[in-house]
């Protein structure tokens, strides 16, 4: 969606407006979603449901981030000083969206370790551990005990491992999502380092155009005053000529009476 129209130029930032309002209402939601952690609310289902509010805020910033360059790329004169400001709205409104955002994912990432590093701790239990509460007796149950301590040990050990599968490669995704918000704010940057140059080449030229309309309207006041000037002395150069004739006749006329 691009081109130079008024109509594109308004759907865009139409566009590009309503992205980031959903992209702030969505990490407004995951805060929320995050003060359960640890509760008895932090259910499979809630982690998963953070996770796909995750992803949506960052197709949306994919998507903005391509409707911010497609309303940088589009002419900008003189006469659209209004475009240039609401772009630069624009950009502030998403990168401060975006700095929210990605502080959001951090706060989650760092969470999500805690809760890897609490697991590992946890599971650490060996049967050689619990089997010290038989103080050294021997008793005809023990090896029974042991051997239900050691499947039970198993089965829990399987089920952390699977828990910190999920929790790591959730990790890793939001490591990967906060590089790619990182690519996205170096983008915005170029385009206001980019714009900013765009828009001193067409005050240059501006200014420049300015200067030669002064100077050629200068040069032809200039010309315009030495052609009145030369009409003038023109007038009188004919005018004392006429008087000379006039004069030299009566002069003729006045000998020829005589």
């Known amino acids: ?3 130079s129209s008024g109509v594109d130029a308004n759907l865009l930032a139409q566009n590009i407006s309503s992205n980031i309002q959903r992209i702030t209402l969505l990490t407004n939601e995951i805060q929320q979603m995050m003060r359960h952690f640890g509760t008895a609310q932090d259910t499979t289902i809630l982690r998963q449901t953070l996770q796909e509010k995750q992803q949506n805020v960052n197709h949306l910033a994919k998507v903005t981030d391509k409707y911010m360059k497609d309303f940088s790329s589009l002419p900008v004169t ?9 772009r630069e709205r624009l950009i502030t409104e998403f ?21 890897v590093e609490r697991v590992r701790a946890s599971s650490r ?4 551990d619990l089997n010290e509460g ?4 021997t008793s005809p149950f023990k090896s029974e005990i042991q051997a239900q301590t050691q499947s039970y040990e198993e089965t829990f050990t399987e089920e952390d491992l699977q828990l910190i599968q999920e929790r790591e490669s959730s ?5 990967s999502d906060i590089t790619n918000i990182n690519d996205i704010f170096r983008d915005l940057g170029m385009m206001v380092h980019e714009q900013g140059d765009m ?4 005050e240059a030229n501006v200014s420049t155009t300015e200067v030669h309309v002064q100077s050629a309207t200068q040069n032809l006041n200039r010309a315009a005053s030495y052609q009145t000037s030369f009409r003038k002395k023109i007038f009188i150069f004919i005018a004392i ?3 000379a004739a006039v004069i030299i006749g009566l002069i003729i006329w006045a000998s020829q009476k005589k």
Do not use: H, W, Y
């Open 125 to 128: 239990v060996s049967a050689a």
């Open 78 to 86: 003189p006469e659209q000083r209004q475009r240039k400001i609401q």
């Open 241 to 243: 000529l006429v008087g």
């Open 134 to 137: 038989f103080g050294g007796i």
């Open 95 to 115: 990168s401060n969206a975006l700095g929210v955002f990605q502080k959001v994912q951090r706060e989650v990432a760092n969470k999500e370790k805690e809760f």
């Open 199 to 202: 828009i001193d080449s067409i």
């Open 1 to 3: 969606m691009s081109g």
């Open 171 to 175: 990790i890793r995704q939001l490591e």
